[in-house]
């Protein structure tokens, strides 16, 4: 399938700046690109490739200012980035095939109500009184326990495993071995150094538009709800304790953890191996940069680093002195001397 | 069903203070309590809520002494969180269908050894010479090598997979998606860059009463054991290499990680994410705070933080004054200032 | 089976020290020798065993000078560490059972094509048009799915879940619940707040002799491909994002996370629970210490270390002040006090 740079440009409303007659008929990188396909450029650390790159079309910002001579034919846009996801968009439906139907060796519980129009793939299990809504895609190895609630459109990755009692929105994802509702991490100590578990009699509750990477675990509450709110995205191997409650639209990055009953707000950015601590309040808007931990409440708006974290500006200039420090200890040793000195006079 | 306060004060042999015949249904968090629920306080973060939560009852500490009025009855025990656990449990009990018996399409070698009273769920695989001993649940997905054996009431969650040679303790429990027994990470630098692997022929030993969370991954010895003794609580996402020992009733929170042949003591308490380097001997009762970064071994009781982690209370007075370096680098600025001015005199 | 020293040294082409006739039968820990039993000694730190281990022979380096008397016979060879691998090699050769065959319950789309002389576990999952190799084995509850294809030899553990379009070469291992081909953490903000999903096109492409550890996580490119190149070893829990491109033979200790599109160079080593951020360039032969955070572009041979990370040396001499940051602050302070009383008088 061929297409000009002129039809994909009215696709994304830009306009064209070059050949607009050019065919297209792949997508790449913009440093990998080809006589013929189409590139996008959003971050400026690639810049430099706009100048040699062999690609056919680039999607670009309004506002790009080339310095220098482009082969290529420019599509402006309003947001490169967005543009670019918008025929990433039309690529994948040209190219996937959707599953559908009932593969055989599969385990439904007979209590359960699922859509007729839904994908079961082989060695699923689906346990007791468990309702699936429409269109929703269960990959092979996928485990359903007693009482699952999910809504439609949402798609389960193979080798999923959510327990008992979820409940699940519309239009969510979950990549492969995502762990939902697993027991809380509590213990009660006893005597002599034993301890003896805390039933975690609650569970998860995960709204709809939730997107959740491949290994993370959600742990069910001890009691009431752990809850991811709509919208919330989390990137691979996560975890999120029991009773944590992660605001709309949250964001966070790989291989971080939230430990139990602490709340965080909506629309925050949270980099990637970050550490927050138990029963905290972490506001609206926030931004923690990568490999922070938090051991206290954070405002709405916050942008901080460190562990423990403090205000980013701040953890920065100390960061340049931590590294200066061995100069420092000379310039105070330096000015012993010479005070000794003086007082040797 | 309901209880009254009084009945739930003999249950737990505690003393009731205020109206013993309310009425209690279901069980809250306190500051999500209603009429008729009933909640506890242990941490005293959560005070304030006793003055204003809807709870009908709540179970707190003999010595708690009130500052203002409160309208639930209370509950006076000895430990609050420990009581609460422990009605917890009668609740599960109720609430909770054991799984039992074996579900359609299961692999069980002929040559395995199991136990008749044992759940074993769909697409369970059980291996060649495999002990499965009394009131043990294996729930679906889960994958038992060739000579595993596993002691009376352990519970296996869905998709957890435990290799060949293995051998597992009573009254444990793993949950979800748990790995036991991969291979250690052993690999002989060859010439030019080359690595080869080295075969790890050991196994992993687990005593009794063992919880392992979530998606943790216990390496197998590359010879000998690796062991976890009675009563070791890991969280979600824990790597154990192969040939480390964990002393018994050892706790440790999600995303650690310890490296090939490290030794930890008993009764230890080890953060969320904290790094220990192989081939080391932490003691027992040692203390280490999230985050933290153990490079050398560690004695009986210290209480340690930081990475390269130190004595908790130094690493602390020490990240203050990191916080203030811009000041201290001002203060020394000026110091050499002033000891310049001086000597132009 | 029994075998002389004479005979073990004969196949490492090694020298004895020390009774040539000795009986091995097993091998053992140097820390936990016995009578009949082989160890090793490669790490200093276990030195002090040789004096007082059991074993019956010990593998040494060639080099090794003893300090006191030893009991056991010495086999010295040139690499103590790679005799050792060479011997558990046949060990293991001798004490594994290889499996074969296909199990029961076992999907395989009509369109694959699968060699007949692998291993195919129950319940493994077999999508559209996928290739597999010569010799390869598939353990139970393995996913893979539609046009993979898989070079011979390759050894896949139960529970690893293969996405669509993923190309893995020959003699790679690839520990249990491996995930490869999740979808990257792509978002394009939209207004207010919310995200819209960038579709993941791309793939991942793994070369020859790479091996994955339990519980990792490889996400498949936006557009291009994901790829580990030869010999690459990652350890478990470890997180590859999208576009992130692997150098031949690195080494990647667990825990450690790759952020988008970052490209690292040939014959790293990389420490447990390092991040690295996306976008980077990191050269050939660089050393990260273990809890690193890499937020720049690394050149050829560097060793470093820190959050963010520098020259290895340099941290550490700054770490050392770190520690001594409350006596800097005092000798500051006791400067400023005699500036103070010297402008006094």
């Given amino acids: 399938m061929k297409f000009s740079a002129q039809q994909i440009a009215d696709v994304l409303q830009g306009s064209v700046d070059g050949d607009p007659q050019v065919e297209i008929s792949t997508i790449s990188k913009i440093e990998e690109g080809q006589s013929g396909s189409l590139s996008f450029l959003a971050n400026p650390k690639y810049t430099q490739y706009i100048y040699t790159t062999e690609a056919s079309a680039i999607i670009v910002a309004e506002d790009f200012v080339a310095e220098k001579e482009i082969k290529a034919t420019l599509i402006r846009v309003p947001d490169a980035y967005n543009s670019f996801a918008t025929l990433l968009a039309y690529y994948q439906n040209m190219i996937r095939k959707e599953k559908h139907g009932r593969e055989q060796n599969v385990f439904v519980h007979p209590t359960a109500k699922v859509s007729d129009d839904i994908y079961l793939g082989a060695f699923a299990y689906v346990g007791e009184n468990v309702k699936i809504g429409k269109n929703v895609k269960v990959y092979p190895h996928v485990y359903i326990g007693d009482n699952v609630e999910i809504g439609d459109n949402t798609v389960i990755y193979q080798g999923v495993k959510i327990y008992h009692d979820t409940k699940i929105g519309g239009n969510c994802t979950f990549h ?53 709110r709509q919208g919330v995205k989390l990137d691979n191997l996560i975890q999120i304790a029991h009773n944590v409650v992660i605001g709309e639209n949250t964001v966070i990055a790989a291989q971080s953890g939230v430990a139990g009953s602490t709340h965080i707000g909506k629309n925050c950015m949270i980099g990637g191996q970050v550490g927050i601590i138990g029963h905290l309040k972490i506001g609206d808007g926030v ?42 200890n000379q310039r105070v040793s330096s000015l012993e001397k010479k005070i000794q000195d003086q007082q040797k006079e």
């Fill in 287 to 328: 931004m923690i940069a990568a490999q922070s931990g938090i051991g206290n409440n954070v405002k709405d708006g916050e942008i901080i680093q460190g562990s423990p974290a403090f205000s980013v500006g701040d953890y920065r200039r100390s960061y340049v002195m931590f590294r200066k420090l061995p100069d420092l």
């Fill in 176 to 228: 492969a071995n995502v762990v939902i509702g697993s027991d809380g991490f509590g213990f009660a100590p006893q005597s002599e150094n034993d301890f003896r578990k805390v039933p975690q009699v609650g569970n998860v509750v995960i709204e709809d538009k939730v997107e959740i990477g491949a290994g993370s675990t959600i742990d069910r509450a001890t009691i009431g709800s752990t809850i991811l």
